[in-house]
């Protein structure tokens, strides 16, 4: 059995890979959103200085790199398109900590806590305006196609962000409600990676929508544990406070799964809703959300999941030693500490 690199080493190659050409794009940018998207990506101090911060792991541009070399593509013709899909994704997190209200990201104050409102919008339409630019100056004889996927991608993500900021005032959210906004809001862009990186390396249609199906699973299955970390998870890990989703009332999927559970705790936790959860109700809303199922539900639906994210892998007949290591990301996405 074909074995690829460990999962931190792939992270680490996407990174180092990815990280100058990003960079590079970044540096077009006019002085004042450079300043803040250096900011954003942990180049930059809020002043404007060199700085270590975090950039995230790179998980998209891995994926796709490694769906161009699963079917024959080269990583470097793929490139564009990598940089392209974590400019889209920095683009969604600027603007998501604006309408979450969120004030840490990776660890550091957002852009929007730092330097305003309006310098974060703007910062993010510049990204995702650069997105498209960089994708349409590669060359590529697939590139018109994959402005395509991606255009569609952000129309998705853009849906689905839009009803889950609808649901904040609604007391009726369905399961299933739940469930379509997530698969626009996170499935969509990570589908549309593994596309993009099998449309640049050369597959044809059914192979390309195998790899699109696989990553829009694994998409939904990394909300689902995204959700869960956003009530469980180690604030040193997440760099979020403890039951920063519960706070802010999110109606998350495990939120949601115990709403809708009929069941006594499910009915207490629709109360405690109702009014601004804080001190000890946090901890109680957390409570009446795992007794009432949500937990468990959002874990076993993740682990379904990524059954068929494997499946749609199998079937796209990848390369062994990406495939390997696109299994290994499947495992990391799916398999966080919740």
């Known amino acids: 059995m074909t074995t690829g690199r460990p999962v931190r080493e792939v992270l680490h190659w996407s990174r180092d890979t990815v990280g100058p050409a990003l960079r590079t794009a970044v540096e077009t940018l006019p002085p004042s959103m450079r300043r803040v998207a250096g900011y954003h990506f942990g180049w930059l101090d809020q002043h404007g200085e060199p700085a270590e911060g975090d950039g995230g792991k790179a998980i998209r541009p891995a994926l796709l790199l490694l769906a161009a070399e699963a079917l024959g593509g080269r ?6 398109a990598a940089v392209a899909v974590e400019l889209v994704h920095n683009f969604s997190l600027l603007h998501d900590d604006v309408m979450d209200g969120d004030v840490t990201r990776r660890h550091r104050p957002t852009v929007w806590s730092v330097f305003g409102v309006s310098k974060a919008i703007l910062a993010g339409d510049a990204l995702l305006t650069l997105a498209f630019d960089v994708l349409a100056s590669s060359g590529h004889q697939a590139t018109d196609g994959a402005a395509r996927v991606l255009g569609a991608a952000v129309l998705d ?15 009726d959210v369905t399961l299933a409600e739940c469930v379509s906004m997530a698969e626009g809001k996170t499935g969509a862009l990570l589908g549309s990676a593994c596309a993009l990186g099998a449309l640049l390396g050369g597959g ?3 192979r390309v929508e195998h790899l ?3 990553g829009d699973r694994l998409g939904l299955a990394f909300q689902l544990v995204d959700d869960l970390l956003g009530i469980w998870g ?4 997440t760099g979020k406070p403890v039951y920063s989703d519960v706070r802010s009332r999110k109606k998350s999927l495990p939120v949601v799964a115990a709403l809708t559970s009929g069941t006594a705790a499910g009915e207490r936790l629709a109360e405690l809703y109702r009014r601004e959860p804080a001190g000890a109700d946090l901890e109680y809303a957390a409570e009446l959300i795992e007794q009432a199922g949500g937990r468990a539900w959002t874990q076993a639906r993740a682990a379904d999941l990524f059954a068929e994210a494997q499946a749609h892998l199998t079937a796209a007949a990848p390369a062994p030693r990406p495939a390997a290591e696109l299994q290994s990301l499947a495992r990391l996405i799916t398999h966080r500490d919740h």
């Not at 180690?234 to 890990?237: A, F, L, S």
Request: aromatic letters at 6%.
């Open 212 to 214: 699109r199906r696989f």
């Open 157 to 171: 993500l853009v849906e689905g962000q839009s009803s889950d900021t609808a649901f904040e005032s609604r007391d």
């Open 204 to 206: 044809d249609a059914e």
């Open 75 to 80: 990583p470097e013709t793929a490139m564009p």
């Open 234 to 237: 180690d604030p040193e890990v």
